[in-house]
């Protein structure tokens, strides 16, 4: 790892600050993909900026069927919240499969969402529940905030603060994990939400989590796994790499949809 | 440099280091506690598995600086007065082990689930729950079976205790 200077922020304001006078400087949430990648040389910023005790950022509530997750909230927290579970099981599920025990009680969700690797399991349930991504300066819907492999709408020294959604009336996710890093091969978020069907697939896509408008449209008119026998899907925006084609991970896309509709009920 | 204080193994411990110092090699070159291992370096292995405020984390994943100011827990502060922890009991009557390389981790990653989820462990559950610690001796089986014996051993106890 090449040298570093650490920083410790109590709140957004002065995470912001302090990151606007570093040469290089990047926020560190649990520090589980960055730690990592500074340990591989991929990444070398001059600063850290810890978010991790920031007050602000911290909790889970949940008032009638509107979540919100703070940014520090770990995985861990999010697998066993009886308050979320009451209203959206299919997050808790998704939570709990992320990565392992240890990882899941260092990451958080602003770190993962923030990051938005391509083989994250919650880029796929934010846009998946389109969920509002909350930051110190707005509020940005989840169908404008995943803009590419590792890209989302934040600005340069944004800060994603929360994710906010309203509980849906049925969700489900599967993923086919990497046997060894337990990332997503391909996972698919399913909803049914009060603004209609939604699926977001993660670990896929070339470009990135997407929606995939065939099946919303299929399981619109029938909410069965069966619904999505006759959906094609298409392979030239997927990827490809030593793990799976892209026409392995277009099969792989339906069979997670179908089981993913099966677990939601 | 910096400054980390910790409570380690309930001492309170500080030492100067580089930010880039990962946790791990705090515990092992600044504090001499080498009973935290350093298998894969990748997040993947689980040997460096300590408990910080609590909760397992992989120290090999983690900077010294990130956990200034938390309680620290190693495989060193387990056993109380020369006598095993159960865990590193059933450890060994199981023969949860061969090499030993993993064992510490192993042992750190069993008190946490049993902490989290004592009573409730079955095998399915304790395999799982082992998802972040590999073996490369014993097949896991032994280890398994370690695992749930102490479940069982220190939820009797709890019961005794009520």
């Known amino acids: 790892m090449y040298a570093t200077s650490y920083h410790r922020a109590s709140s957004v304001d002065e995470a912001v600050s302090l990151r606007g006078t570093a040469e290089d400087g990047k926020y560190l949430a649990g520090g589980m993909t960055l730690i990592s990648t500074m340990k591989q040389r991929l990444a070398a910023p001059s600063d850290l900026i810890d978010l991790r005790h920031i007050s602000q950022l911290a909790g889970i509530s949940v008032e009638g069927r509107t979540v919100r997750i703070g940014a520090a909230t770990r995985h861990a927290d999010v697998a066993s919240s009886q308050a979320i579970r009451a209203v959206c099981p299919a997050i808790c599920d998704l939570a709990s499969h992320i990565g392992d025990p240890h990882v899941r009680q260092m990451g958080t969700i602003g770190g993962s969402v923030a990051n938005n690797d391509p083989a994250a399991d919650y880029p796929s349930a934010v846009l998946g529940l389109g969920a509002t991504v909350v930051t110190n300066q707005r509020s940005i819907p989840a169908d404008d905030y995943f803009t590419g492999l590792f890209e989302t709408a934040l600005e340069e020294r944004e800060i994603l603060t929360a994710i906010v959604f309203e509980a849906p009336e049925k969700a489900g996710y599967a993923k086919f994990a990497n046997p060894a890093s337990r990332y997503a091969m391909t996972g698919v978020f399913v909803a049914k939400t009060a603004g209609g069907v939604r699926v977001a697939v993660t670990g896929a896509g070339a470009g990135g989590v997407f929606r995939h408008a065939g099946m919303e449209q299929a399981l619109s008119a029938q909410w069965s796994p069966d619904a999505l026998n006759a959906v094609a899907v298409d392979p030239s925006n997927l990827m490809t790499d030593m793990h799976a084609d892209a026409d392995y991970r277009a099969n792989l896309i339906k069979v997670m949809a179908k089981r993913a509709v099966a677990k939601a009920g | ?162």
Request: net charge negative; with cysteine.
């Open chain 2, 1 to 162: 440099m910096t400054t980390v204080t910790l409570t380690v193994n309930g001492r309170a411990v500080s030492g100067e280091c580089e930010d880039r110092m990962l946790l791990v090699d705090f515990i092992r070159v600044k504090l001499g506690l080498t009973g935290t291992h350093v298998g894969c370096d990748t997040t993947q292995c689980g040997s460096c598995v300590i408990h910080m405020d609590g909760l397992s984390v992989k120290s090999c994943s983690i900077l010294a600086v990130q956990a200034s100011g938390s309680a620290i827990t190693t495989i060193e502060g387990l056993s109380a007065q020369g006598e095993m922890h159960p865990v590193q009991a059933a450890f060994k009557e199981h023969h949860g082990l061969q090499c030993g390389f993993c064992t510490p981790g192993m042992v750190m990653t069993a008190v946490d689930m049993i902490n989290r989820r004592g009573g409730s462990l079955t095998e399915e559950v304790v395999r799982t729950e082992l998802e972040g610690n590999i073996c490369r001796c014993t097949g896991y089986h032994n280890i398994v079976k370690a695992v749930l014996s102490a479940d069982a051993e220190m939820a009797a106890g709890r019961q005794a205790a009520e």
